[in-house]
C-alpha cells in the first residue's frame, strides 16, 4: 500500500484485505458483516449472484478458493463510495485451477465500517 494513502482508503483497504480472508476461509460470519443486503456480485463469466447467493458459494463447500492473492489495487474514495480495482489470482478449492481476473468493487460506507455493494469481474 501506497505510504499516501488516505485515512479512508486505509480503512477502505482493511475492508479489501478482510474480505479476501473471508473469502479463502469460507467465513459466514465475516462475509455477512461485509456484504450489504443488496450486493451485487459479478462473475468472470457473466454470473450474478446477490448477497445470499455468494455467501453460499463460498461457505457450501461445492466452490470456494484455497488460496487468494490480490495485487495492484488502487482505492478511489468519493464521499462514502470507495471504488477498488485490482489483479485477482485465485486457485478453485475443488479443481486446483488458477484464475487470473480484474476486479472492480464498489464499496458504501456505513457509519464507520465499509461494506461491499458491487463487484464485477473480467478474466485477464
Avoid: C
Wanted: proline residues 1%.
Amino acid at each position: 500500500m501506497p505510504s499516501t494513502q488516505t485515512g479512508k482508503e486505509t480503512a477502505v483497504s482493511t475492508a479489501v484485505e478482510a474480505l479476501r480472508k473471508a473469502m479463502v476461509a469460507g467465513d459466514k460470519a465475516a462475509l455477512e458483516k461485509l456484504a450489504m443486503d443488496e450486493l451485487s456480485y459479478g462473475h468472470s463469466s457473466g454470473r450474478l449472484e446477490n448477497k445470499a447467493e455468494f455467501i453460499a458459494t463460498l461457505t457450501s463447500g461445492k466452490a470456494g478458493f484455497s488460496g487468494i492473492e490480490l495485487s495492484d489495487q488502487t482505492v478511489n474514495v468519493v464521499d462514502r463510495i470507495a471504488l477498488v480495482r485490482h489483479v485477482f489470482n485465485g486457485t478453485r478449492r475443488k479443481e486446483g485451477d488458477k484464475m487470473k481476473l480484474s476486479i472492480l468493487t464498489v464499496w458504501l460506507q456505513q457509519q464507520d465500517q465499509w461494506k461491499l455493494l458491487a463487484r464485477q469481474a473480467a478474466r485477464l
